[in-house]
C-alpha cells in the first residue's frame, strides 16, 4: 500500500485518468474529490464488501468496517 500525505486542496493522480484530491478535513474525517473515466466504478470500501458478500452469497454484517 502507498501512503501518501496530502493537505486541503492538493490531489494525487492515478494512471488511467483518475484524480484524488482533499477537498477538507474536519474532525478526524476527510472529504474527497474523485474525477475520474466514466467507465470506472467508484464506491466506498464498506459499499464494495457488502457487495461482494451478496456475491458469495452471505449477507453484510450490521456493523461498521474500517478499512486502511
Given at each position: 500500500m502507498l501512503v501518501i500525505t496530502r493537505k486541503p486542496?492538493?490531489?494525487?493522480?492515478i494512471?488511467?485518468?483518475?484524480?484524488v484530491k482533499v477537498i477538507s478535513t474536519s474532525n478526524g474525517?476527510?472529504?474527497l474529490g474523485?474525477?475520474?473515466?466514466e467507465n470506472v466504478r467508484i464506491?466506498?470500501?464498506?459499499i464494495a464488501f457488502r457487495?461482494?458478500?451478496r456475491q458469495?452469497?452471505?449477507?453484510?454484517?450490521?456493523?461498521?468496517?474500517?478499512?486502511?
Open positions: 486542496n492538493e490531489e494525487i493522480v494512471d488511467g485518468g483518475i484524480t474525517r476527510v472529504k474523485i474525477v475520474a473515466p464506491v466506498r470500501g464498506e457487495e461482494e458478500l458469495e452469497g452471505e449477507t453484510a454484517p450490521l456493523v461498521s468496517v474500517a478499512f486502511e
